[in-house]
């Protein structure tokens, strides 16, 4: 139903930038959440940021002040910004979609995940 894309991945300098895209194609919900996830080996998936369909924003502790989490609506991109990069930052990034879909026996619960897109950071 909802296929997510991410790019922009790579190897940057500890300090650096880097800013991650994601495309999305397919069902167009109108309630719905997106937001950027990252996970690395034997570690459970965590949120480093998500916005809602109200562009409200909210930033896991440990990325507050240096990621920037926004969306080009007409472009269907989400975008992650991010600044101020440490090698703790290293991981696979992943694009995430939660909707709502509305059916006559009540509200169903959809998540989609993209492939991720690997983020090292490295002297």
């Known amino acids: 139903q909802v296929q997510l894309v991410e790019s922009g991945g790579g190897l940057v300098q500890p300090g650096g930038s880097l800013t991650l895209s994601c495309s999305v194609s397919?069902?167009?919900?109108?309630?719905?959440?997106m937001a950027w996830y990252r996970q690395v080996p034997l570690q459970e998936r965590e949120l480093v940021a998500g916005?809602?369909?109200?562009?409200?924003?909210n930033y896991s502790d440990s990325v507050k002040g240096r990621f920037t989490i926004s969306k080009d609506n007409a472009k269907r991109t989400l975008y992650l910004e991010m600044n101020s990069l440490t090698p703790e930052d290293t991981a696979v990034y992943y694009c995430?979609?939660?909707?709502?879909?509305?059916?006559?026996?009540?509200?169903?619960?959809?998540?989609?995940w993209g492939e991720g897109t690997l983020v090292a950071v490295s002297s």
């Open positions: 397919g069902t167009i919900f109108s309630r719905h959440t």
């Open positions: 916005i809602n369909g109200a562009g409200t924003t």
């Open positions: 995430n979609e939660d909707a709502t879909l509305a059916t006559i026996n009540g509200d169903v619960p959809l998540r989609f």
